[in-house]
């Protein structure tokens, strides 16, 4: 039965990665179609939106957050659409491969990368209810298509029962919550990429390309990837403390410097390096947002290189 | 008042400043400089940057082995690194001062901030700026009744909206969100608590590990330990007095189809606890500490200890112990060393190997292919000669040397080496006596330690958390509500202020003007 139900799970995945790849298509041609024309609707709006502000008792400036973009063509909403039901497979893969290993589907490299992937999505559409962030659904797609892609091809193992070393309730928390901030700092970084390269080009003379006057303004991104990036700081500090615990519990001491330690620490450092950038003269705007990029960076450089090359207490990549 | 903030702060006005002129001002200056947000940032950066090679290269607490490989490998490189404390990183001189430095700069601006928050938690909110219209949320709405009576019902609903509130003339001043600053104090105050528990918990705290063979005890005391590292204030009186027998130790295995291996499903040692006269029975698993008198005690390792004994020619027992074998791979296959300084007609040093499901494979070799004990075979190695155990030097139980003893048996002796399967017996070469393989037991290692200072730091991490949260998620917000009158009658504006992000101010004023309307039941117009 384990077995049976772990090669359901793997082909939801790749169906999974199908269906995630038709969703960055239709979000390229999404983007493709913002750079083509300003869609004629925007002046109107604009001109809308004055309207209402002569008729207000209180004429105020638009602030930012607020500030006026274009919405996605019929193709964004198709992708987000796609992108919905990718994620109810890549859903249903992730719960699969739990209940054949009748344990949290996230105890080993392969299980950490698909539910880390499926909280970016997860976590990315449920953002598409508090802020309009459709231009991201081409990151969002690409990067977990990419994502599954690797995990699957070089991480993939078969279901194996707990070692006692991972029989803890920690695992189930500790793991999650890790998955959770990655989820947060994932969708921020690529908000951060969109921000960079609009305020490189907003400097120009020769101006903003049409598909960048399309998105928020580059302070708008910021103030967006920096909330973003904070919720994933609470997270990433509740795993460092849900790890120094079952490190307690497990090895008994709760920080010994194991690699896994230190870039987990590392990790802290950058991010609440960059919550003090945002704070700083001088460091607002691109030096922030490179450090939550070199941040995310780092996040993925754990997850890799450290889990796979480097040698340290942290072995349950399962390889 | 706006809370306190280093100089360069994104909050603060862009003041130029000017170079000191006297030894003071110098001193001022640089104080300035190591408490501004540019310097903790660099900081924090440069901490980021200085933790990496302690990834790199093996540390001496974390992974002592991979050290004393790096030695072996490339003796130069190592004296090199470790003249940097590369094999050190987190006690490093550089390591330390930066983030000494950070932690005086953390200090350094967070006192001033506090008494700077203490003092404006007693402050009222600031008089009502002349023109309201310039601020956010700008709303009017009419109201009815005297201007007392409309500003006291102005006052209620901001007090419960949980705004201080003060009364200026014609207008109502409602600041909110004092506790955004006060928890972030409490998160950097906590962050620095953790750090000096970390910083005293070195002398306070002990580890120790030790083996346990099924059928023997341990005691707490210095002298039982195996090894033993102790903080400078721990002394032998600091070891509550306790016994651990251990009972029986249980493995389960599962073979893995797919790839031939042995998974490891659960570990448990059936301890009795002895303290006080009381005895009690205890399970230890992984993940699972025993916590007694203040210390922990944690599963770490297992494996076999067959017992051996050895009779001289006579049939005298001169060496009847279990004897540890370190296991080497997830079969269990294991490495151990039986030492026999007296007794027989030489000294004897024994290297044997064990394995708990033996197979002979192809070339000949034992091997095991399961960590149960199905098939448990002992081999040894015997040498004789000196085993140096006489020039008062401690030597390593597990490691046999060689070098001034010549090999009787397997290696190039040309007599095979000694096999045994559990309850045989076998003859030592030039008739110096017997040697039987009695019984397996079990042991286990174990990790003792004691940390006083657990309590503290875990104390200051929920107080970090804590705060960390309510500083990210709470808003400081201004509010002024006033009374004016207009030619279409008496209205009151109500805005807001906010610092730094606050995306929910519009809203938020919005929500206090609907509030009004409805204690004034008059409509909102905006």
Sequence with gaps: VTETLATYSLIAVYATMGIYTLAFIFATMDLAKRSEAIPAKLPAAVAADRDLGAVAVSEREPHEPTAHHAPGSMFQKIAIGVLVVGWVVHFAATILRGIAGNRVPWANMFEFGLTATLLIVGVYLGSLFWRDLGYLAAYVAGFNVLALGIVTVNFYVDVVPLPPALQSVWLVLHVFVASLATAFFGLAAGLSVFQLVRSRFDARAAGTPRLLTTLPTASTLESLAFRLNVIGFVFWTFTLVAGAIWAERAWGRYWGWDVKEVWTFIIWVIFAGYIHARATRGWRGSRSAWLGLIGFGAVLFNYSVVNIAFTGLHSYSGL | ?526
């Design chain 2, 1 to 526: 008042v706006e809370p306190k903030r280093p100089s360069d702060h994104g909050d603060m006005p862009d003041v130029p400043s000017q170079l000191p002129l006297d030894a003071a001002g110098w001193g001022r200056f640089f104080w300035r400089q190591l408490t501004s947000m540019r310097t903790a940032l660099i900081l924090l950066l440069l901490l980021a940057v200085a933790a990496i090679p302690g990834s790199l290269v093996p540390q001496r607490t974390a992974d002592p082995n991979g050290v004393i490989r790096w030695r072996r490998d490339d003796p130069e490189l190592f004296d090199l690194l470790d003249s940097l404390q590369l094999f050190d990183v987190y006690t490093s001189v550089w390591f330390s001062a930066i983030y000494i430095l950070l932690f005086i700069s953390l200090v350094g601006c967070i006192i001033p901030r506090t008494s700077h928050h203490l003092k404006s938690l007693k402050t009222p909110p600031p008089r009502t700026p002349k023109n309201l219209s310039r601020l956010e949320g700008y709303r009017t709405l009419p109201v009815a009744g005297d201007r007392e009576g409309v500003l006291a019902r102005v006052a209620d609903v901001l007090h419960k909206k949980r705004f201080r509130v003060k009364t200026y003339g014609d207008s109502v001043a409602g600041e909110t969100g004092y506790l955004r600053e006060t928890a972030n104090l409490v998160f950097h105050f906590a962050l620095v608590g953790v750090l000096l528990g970390l910083a005293f918990g070195t002398g306070f705290k002990y580890s120790g590990q030790k083996v346990i063979i099924e059928g023997q005890s341990f005691t707490n005391q210095l002298a039982s330990y195996d090894s033993f590292t102790a903080g400078t204030f721990v002394n032998e009186t600091s070891l509550t007095p306790y016994a651990l027998r251990l009972e029986q130790f249980e493995a389960v295995y599962e073979f893995d189809r797919n790839s031939g291996l042995p998974n490891a499903l659960d570990f448990e040692a059936t301890m009795t606890l002895n303290r006080h006269g009381v005895s009690s029975e205890k399970s230890l698993k992984v993940n699972r500490p025993l916590d007694i008198a203040g210390t922990s005690v944690y599963l770490l390792g297992n494996g076999f200890a067959p017992w051996i004994t050895v009779t001289d020619p006579t049939g005298r027992d001169v060496f009847s112990q279990p004897v540890v074998f370190l296991p080497q791979d997830v079969n269990l296959t294991s490495v151990g060393v039986a030492k026999i300084p007296d007794g027989l007609a030489e000294q004897v040093g024994m290297v044997g190997f064990f394995y708990p499901s033996a197979v002979i494979t192809q070339s000949g070799a034992l091997a095991s292919v399961f960590p149960d004990p199905t098939q448990p075979i002992v081999t040894f190695n015997v040498f004789t000669g000196d085993l140096g155990l006489n020039e008062g030097i401690p030597r390593n139980v597990y490691d046999l040397d060689t070098d001034d003893m010549s090999v009787v048996a397997g290696q190039d002796s040309g007599v095979p080496p000694l096999v045994l399967g559990i309850g045989q017996s076998q003859e030592l070469p030039n008739g110096l006596g017997t040697v039987t393989f009695e019984s397996l037991p079990r042991f286990i290692s174990v990790d003792i330690h004691r940390d006083p200072t657990q309590v503290p730091v875990g104390i200051a991490t929920a107080l970090l958390i804590a705060g960390l949260v309510t500083s990210l998620f709470v808003v400081r917000r201004r509010v002024w509500v006033r009374v004016v009158d207009t030619a279409e009658g008496q209205v009151v504006e109500v805005a807001g202020l906010s610092r730094g992000d606050d995306p929910g101010l519009d809203a938020a004023v919005g929500d206090i003007a609907e509030a009004l309307a409805k204690v004034t039941s008059s409509k909102l117009s905006s």
